[in-house]
């Protein structure tokens, strides 16, 4: 059954009151279906994509899959296949629209059934808004070969000496810290083992009319990197890399001064916070990666984005465990402080897990987010794709209520 859709239209007379809607793009089913990404046309349809299958990395049926919400009719479409390489697991898509209107679809083939296989992907589009609602017409496809440079094991000892010295680690993990060394430098040193398992999960962030950043990051190093092009994917050169205890899973915003800053899921140890690093150079070098003072994190994805009034958002799980609860934040200063927080979800642990968001504000100042939207049945979990519609007042109203026993 679809989740109820509340009434909302924006309009200059209304755009101070509190308005949300929310809506499955697609009944919940059984096959897995995560990580999607949303993106407005430039006719004003919502485009979204997702991965769906059996599994995830070792499920060979997983494929890409999009739908589009036509303006015209307010509807969505059915579900449509974005990218599908037979016998092998596509995963971890995300979008972007570039200054030319074409559109982009990055994500990774998984060719052994682990992320440290990943092959990055792309292909762009011109022929995507079709009043009648089919799939976007591909004009090419290509591969994001990875090449960090030779240079890639000194980066990496010289940003892991620098992140360790930034911490105050008690002696008795000394021993455990020595073999993370250890095998990251392995890692960093094989040619091959640096060339694959870096992938995609959030927006690309287009820095100026010719420089486009897409984060990538790496289970296996388990840190993260940007791919920067000035010739839209004609050529491509990556930045140091962004080490640390287990940031993942980048996100960009970008500062009044030009510095870019990353938002980055925590795969490390507790206490779990949103990661942080900042880059002075347009992502080419990154700052130390420390936690965020205020946002905790949960081992899970993440959006950071700019707000055309200068304002941040952020929407995540704000949670140091569990799924169950997923949060929009506003910040009138950066990010320094989040002053503002409203759920999207807000559940009991074991009551549902509302993961993996993407986040946009639209022409008309309306913001757009979808997540992977899984609830228990009596028939096990059940799975969707949720897009929910809100603007800045109904953030910043707050909560209406609060449930005991959240956090």
């Not at 349809?45 to 899959?65: M, P, Q, Y």
């Not at 762009?124 to 004009?139: A, I, L």
Request: with cysteine.
């Amino acid at each position: 059954m679809l989740a109820s859709t509340l009434p909302f239209g924006p309009s200059p007379a209304s755009a101070e009151s509190p308005q949300h809607s929310a809506e499955l793009i697609f009944p919940l089913e059984k096959w897995h279906n995560h990580g999607s990404c949303i993106v407005e046309c430039p006719n004003g349809d919502l485009l979204v994509c997702w991965f769906h299958g059996s599994g995830e990395r070792t499920a060979d049926d997983v494929k890409i899959l999009g739908a589009r919400k036509i303006k015209a009719t307010g509807r969505w479409t059915a579900p449509f296949e974005m990218a599908d390489t037979p016998g092998f697991p596509d995963t971890n898509c995300c979008m972007i629209i570039d200054p030319m209107q074409r559109l982009w679809l990055l994500w990774p083939t998984i060719q052994a059934h682990t992320w440290e296989s990943a092959l990055m992907k792309y292909k762009t589009s011109q022929t995507y808004m079709q009043p009648d609602g089919t799939p976007p017409r591909w004009d090419e496809m290509r591969v994001l070969h990875m090449k960090p440079g030779d240079d890639f094991l000194q980066k990496v000892k010289k940003g892991t000496e620098t992140y360790l010295a930034s911490l105050q680690i008690p002696p008795r993990m000394q021993d455990t810290v020595e073999r993370w060394k250890k095998h990251i430098y392995g890692q960093a040193g094989d040619k091959l083992t640096r060339r694959l398992g870096w992938f995609t999960r959030a927006h690309p962030y287009i820095l100026n009319d010719k420089t486009m950043v897409v984060g990538l990051y790496s289970d296996g190093f388990s840190f993260s990197l940007a791919a920067l092009t000035d010739d839209w994917g004609e050529n491509w050169r990556f930045s140091d890399p962004i080490v640390g205890g287990g940031n993942i899973q980048p996100s960009f915003a970008r500062k009044k001064d030009g510095s870019l800053v990353t938002y980055m899921r925590d795969n490390g140890p507790p206490p779990k916070r949103v990661l942080v690093s900042e880059s002075k150079d347009g992502g080419e070098t990154w700052g130390t990666v420390f936690d965020h003072p205020q946002l905790p994190n949960p081992g899970a994805g993440l959006e950071l984005a700019n707000l055309n009034d200068g304002d941040w958002i952020c929407i995540y799980n704000d949670t140091e465990r569990g799924r169950h609860s997923l949060a929009v934040s506003i910040s009138d200063d950066e990010g320094t402080t989040w002053k503002w927080t409203r759920h999207l979800e807000l559940e009991q642990p074991g009551q549902g897990r509302f993961h993996y968001p993407s986040i946009i504000q639209a022409a008309d100042g309306t913001l757009h987010a979808t997540y992977s939207y899984f609830v228990p049945t009596p028939d096990g979990e059940r799975k969707s794709i949720k897009h929910a519609a809100f603007n800045k007042a109904w953030v910043l109203a707050g909560d209406e209520t609060k449930r005991s026993g959240k956090r």
